[in-house]
Nanobody, 117 residues
């Protein structure tokens, strides 16, 4: 069993920046991919960004050019740097460790991000 703990959420004004962290209880290097997902009120959970074991990344179209995912295997931590935040980025952000293709793997408890003036 792997535990994922997110941190860094909070309230930020539109146009601002926020960084999220997700620290795993074990090595993240063994996972197929580490990802960030989000769920806004009344909406389904959606992929925000993923970083694969190979180091490649992919992003939702809505965050491309604004968000950056990265990881530090030595610290068992994955990061999400969010810039030029918009009100529509408001959601609970969840960290995910995927154990394989199409497998959901492990989830964190979520951290809330609110973008509002």
């Amino acid at each position: 069993q792997v535990q994922l703990v997110e941190s860094g959420g909070g309230l930020v004004q539109p146009g601002g920046s926020l960084g999220l962290s997700c620290t795993a209880s074990g090595s993240i290097g063994r996972f197929y991919a580490m990802g960030w997902y989000r769920q806004a009120p009344g909406k389904q959970r959606e992929l925000v960004a993923r970083i694969f074991k190979t180091g490649s990344t992919n992003y939702a179209d809505s965050v491309k050019g604004r968000f950056t995912i990265s990881r530090d295997n030595a610290k068992n931590t994955v990061y999400l740097q969010m810039n030029i935040l918009k009100p529509e980025d408001t959601a609970v952000y969840y960290c995910n460790a995927a154990t394989g293709v199409g497998l959901s793997g492990y989830w964190g408890q979520g951290t809330k991000v609110t973008v509002s003036s």
